[in-house]
């Protein structure tokens, strides 16, 4: 940004530094070092602005709580861009300087997203001890802006004569506050239909596995039958009453070219029992399956648990997301819930610990291992309704690593309560877990209960 320029005892000083141009973290307090004997208040900054409206006026009060004069050598105000994408040219600032009756232009300054204006460039105030200098501000926002918070704050170069050149400049800030665009017209947005959804199932889900023993396969089948090409990303979820650590887990699935993969783990707060394992490569194009219309892609997986790993009763869903085209919404699908349970390491016999009860109370052994495919009722395959949004959370930028935090905030909401009840994932959720894109995250409680077993 560009710097005011005064000379304090012979010292050429920026007045206008970079750290004034952004923000302060969120929690940081007021001031920009604690030494500055000057504090900035902004005062009557409304909570919106409308785009090609009247301008908006509020203030910004400078006050000195030395006990000497200092000096203001001059001011900056900076309207922070928060990703909505304003440019400077899309905001007039005019301010009266302490004392003044006559409105003047402020100078665009850099050429940041949002925008920087200087203020009393190397002619701020002299603040006598106590004493404040009030700004008044006049801001206004273009037709063609966009609507969107932006974070307005009013910052200050100070000298202190009473220190050595070396440490006689500070920087005041006022901290910075939420101002809403409001747009000119009220935007229509043009209808959306769902993307089309593919056919979920998974094969051959053992009935039971043993903790510490050998890693046991199944598929996941993804079938299009939607009548035009889909792009999908797929991931399972581990859903049961109990809690079952990511670490005890070893899910791992084949890519095309043979590879086997470790999937990347999730949780969700809503649900603290829930682990979600998205079937993620490190490539962004990879990640995401382009089915042909009419085409069916196999997924060959495996699974397996540490000896650690707690003896539960757990069910299995797959997730299909489809990302959308053109006027489409995001979509998804999910399979049947294919229900295992997770016995104890084998003990000095060779037999594993018992299963735990089913949820009725009943002391039932568990079934043996299945060899055979599951048959999945065409009726119970999801075919990707639309989902009401209750929240959106924007993505700003693509996940990199395997953030349990990112898939925190793709949402899983039940049908009810009890390991028995099908899980409904949000749009995009495992689009936001891959990586993939930023795509709208809507949390919905579908309290429809067709999917159960």
């Known amino acids: 940004m560009a710097a005011t320029a005064a000379l304090v005892s012979g010292v050429a000083v920026a007045a206008a530094p970079a750290a004034l141009a952004a923000p302060p973290a969120a929690g940081a307090t007021q001031g920009a070092q604690a030494s500055s004997p000057v504090t900035v ?6 909570d919106t602005v409308k785009a090609g409206g009247a301008p908006i006026e509020f203030s910004a009060t400078l006050r000195n709580t030395a006990d000497h004069q200092v000096d203001v050598l001059g001011s900056v105000l900076t309207v922070a861009d928060t990703g909505i994408g304003t440019k400077p040219s899309q905001f007039k600032l005019e301010y009266q300087s302490p004392g003044a009756t006559q409105w003047k232009d402020a100078t665009a300054s850099g050429g940041i997203a949002g925008g920087l204006w200087d ?9 006598a001890p106590g004493t404040e200098a009030v700004y008044r501000l006049r801001l206004t926002v273009t037709a063609d802006a966009p609507a969107g918070r932006v974070t307005p704050g009013f910052n200050s170069v100070v000298a202190d004569p009473a220190l ?10 006022s901290g910075y506050g939420n101002l809403v665009i409001v747009p000119a017209v009220t ?10 959804t593919a056919d979920v199932r998974l094969d051959g889900v053992p009935a039971v596995f043993t903790a510490g023993g050998k890693a046991k396969p199944f598929q996941l089948v993804l079938t299009n039958n939607s009548g035009k090409e889909l792009r999908l990303v797929p991931a399972v979820v581990f859903q049961g009453q109990g809690l079952l650590p990511s670490g005890t887990v070893g899910f791992e ?13 999730g949780g969700d707060p809503d649900h603290p029992a829930w682990l979600y394992q998205a079937l993620r490569t490190g490539s962004k194009d990879a990640d995401v399956i382009t089915l042909p219309k009419g085409g069916t892609r196999t997924i060959n997986l495996r699974l397996a648990f540490t000896k650690d790993a707690p003896a539960l009763a757990e069910s299995l869903v797959a997730v299909a997301g489809t990302l959308p085209g053109a006027g489409e919404s995001p979509a998804e699908a999910f399979s049947p819930k294919a229900d295992f349970t997770i016995v104890g390491p084998a003990g000095p016999t060779g037999a594993p610990a018992p299963a735990p009860a089913p949820a009725t109370g009943t002391a039932e052994p568990a079934p043996e291992p299945s060899t055979a495919p599951a048959a999945v009722p065409a009726a119970q395959v999801t075919t990707g309704a639309p989902s009401p949004a209750a929240d959106t959370v924007q993505a700003a930028a693509a996940v990199t690593g395997p953030a349990p935090a990112a898939v925190s905030a793709a949402r899983l909401a039940s049908t009810g309560g009890g390991s028995s009840s099908a899980p409904m994932a949000v749009t995009g959720a495992t689009a936001i877990a891959l990586g993939i894109g930023t795509l709208v995250v809507a949390r919905r409680r579908n309290g429809a209960r067709g999917a159960r077993d």
């Open 119 to 127: 203020i009393d460039r190397t002619a701020g105030p002299h603040l």
């Open 164 to 173: 050595p050149p070396e440490q006689r400049i500070s920087y005041a800030m």
């Open 41 to 46: 208040t902004l005062v009557g900054l409304p």
């Open 253 to 265: 699935f084949q890519t095309p070219n043979g590879d086997w993969l470790a999937g990347s783990p």
């Open 187 to 196: 935007p229509t947005t043009p209808a959306t239909t769902p993307a089309a």
